[in-house]
């Protein structure tokens, strides 16, 4: 795979990977300094041309050979991710199907998504031309990734650039960089040039050197607010893509199937230890259902299993570490003394931290107001559908959201009233499909993934005219 060559050198500074849950040393990776950045430029400057060089079948033919490989090495891939990452396995293999579909959704897209014809003389004067538009690649791309899906966000990345006819310098997640650089070897094992694709692995201070380089013309990140607004800051006259996370509200209504209603939203509320950005954190709930549905909801969640994720009863994992279960401790402790009302959970054992649910939340309190990223949930009681409805829309950002409801008409009203990237009705806000757009509303959303749309992202039209006189 392509790390840089000096991140190979003897003696060079490495950083450990290790095991969330037990603490086991799972891998070493190079610690790519900022010093190192010229020479991963010139590594991505090569694979620019490399990647040109490529016809569109070429690119297609690689993605679809690496799903197929990866297809029948599901099971490795997918214990890597429970080992560097701490999801259950059952998770860890949905997310390797979900990588699959990723890259068949890429390949798709090389084939597909050329440009189109540009009807010229549709307009007065222009009619003597013929013409159309190309989708030519960006060049050398920025990707920039978190650990909470160590694959298949990076293949949501990678997918598309290289559908584009891109070259990527990635820089993975220090806490969770293996499962990329294994997607990345399959990549070249299919056929992918190697100087495409450059991984880096390192801190901050390399980041912001890649982010700052004038020969990347694209970051794609996804992670925090905190570090979207350095990028944003840091990276000049260049395109941004970014998925900065949500606080996602899902609103309960009386006439809806309370039963399925539970169910989802315990999913959608402690999938990965809460560690997702469209995950379930607040859930507001009809007055007249409330009772049953905080019986119903707090009795599932107090029968998760945490723990050892390699085991198939475990529900919960560890969180990516100790230090993020402590966080997510300290959160909960402060809205507990600012009035909240725990109904469950609020335990931890080293980087496991059980499924806690809390009401009469102060909203002036960050677990309100900011993305918590654990296996936290809020239960709001509401009134009526337009308090929840201005519940739901209070945070200044938004990713997916989610309603619960019989009726067409409530639906259809949530659907266009909830300021969100998605609204999914009668499923939990983390429901994803590889190939919808998705991305943020109101403060922070910048571009959209979601195979198509990060392909359109990574791309830019050309116009051909003919000017033909007869």
Not at 137 to 145: C, E, K, Q, R, Y
């Amino acid at each position: 795979m392509n790390v840089s060559n000096l991140a190979r050198t003897v003696g060079a500074a490495q950083i450990q990977v290790f095991n969330p849950f037990d603490g086991a040393l799972v891998g070493t990776v190079a610690d790519v300094c900022a010093s190192q950045v010229p020479h991963l430029l010139e590594q991505g400057r090569q694979g620019v041309r490399a990647s040109a060089g490529l016809p569109r079948y070429r690119r297609a033919q690689i993605l679809e050979q690496t799903a197929l490989n990866i297809e029948r090495d599901a099971s490795a891939f997918a214990r890597l991710i429970v080992d560097e990452a701490g999801k259950t396995l059952k998770q860890a293999q949905k997310e390797v199907k979900r990588c699959v579909n990723t890259l068949k959704l890429s390949a798709e897209e090389a084939r597909r998504n050329a440009g189109e014809v540009i009807p010229f003389d549709a307009y007065e004067g222009s009619e003597s031309r013929q013409g159309w538009f190309s989708r030519e690649p960006l060049g050398l791309i920025v990707a920039i990734t978190p650990y909470n899906d160590p694959l298949n966000l990076v293949a949501h990345k990678l997918g598309p650039a290289i559908a584009g006819g891109n070259a990527v310098i990635l820089k993975p997640s220090q806490l969770a960089p293996l499962s990329a650089m294994k997607l990345v070897a399959y990549l070249i094992d299919a056929g992918l040039p190697e100087s495409v694709v450059t991984v880096a692995t390192g801190g901050a201070e390399l980041g912001k050197a890649l982010v700052a380089a004038r020969d990347v013309r694209m970051i794609s990140f996804t992670g925090g607010f905190v570090t979207g607004e350095q990028i944003s800051r840091t990276a000049g006259l260049k395109k941004l893509a970014m998925d900065l996370g949500g606080n996602a509200p899902v609103i309960v209504m009386d006439d809806c199937d309370l039963e399925a209603a539970v169910a989802c939203c315990v999913s959608g509320a402690f999938w990965a230890a809460g560690q997702n950005c469209i995950g379930t954190q607040r859930l507001l709930v009809h007055g007249s259902v409330y009772a049953a549905f905080r019986e119903r909801f707090v009795s599932q969640a107090q029968a998760l299993l945490v723990g050892d994720p390699l085991l198939a009863s475990t529900d919960i994992g560890p969180m990516i570490t100790r230090q993020a279960a402590q966080n997510a401790e300290r959160v909960v402790a402060d809205a507990l003394a600012q009035g909240a009302t725990l109904l469950c959970g609020h335990t931890r054992q080293d980087s496991c931290y059980a499924a806690t649910v809390l009401e009469n939340v102060d909203h002036a309190s960050a677990l309100w107001r900011n993305e918590v990223f654990a296996p936290v949930v809020v239960l709001q009681r509401v009134e009526s559908f337009d308090e929840a409805i201005a519940l739901a829309n209070e945070p200044d950002y938004s990713l997916h959201a989610g309603i619960f409801t019989s009726d067409l008409a409530t639906a259809l009203s949530a659907a266009r009233r909830i300021e969100a990237g998605g609204v999914m009705i009668n499923d939990s806000s983390d429901y994803r499909f590889d190939a919808m757009p998705f991305g943020g509303s109101k403060y922070g959303s910048l571009g959209r993934e979601g195979v198509r749309f990060a392909y359109e992202e990574m791309t830019q039209p050309k116009v051909v005219c003919l000017n033909i006189r007869a």
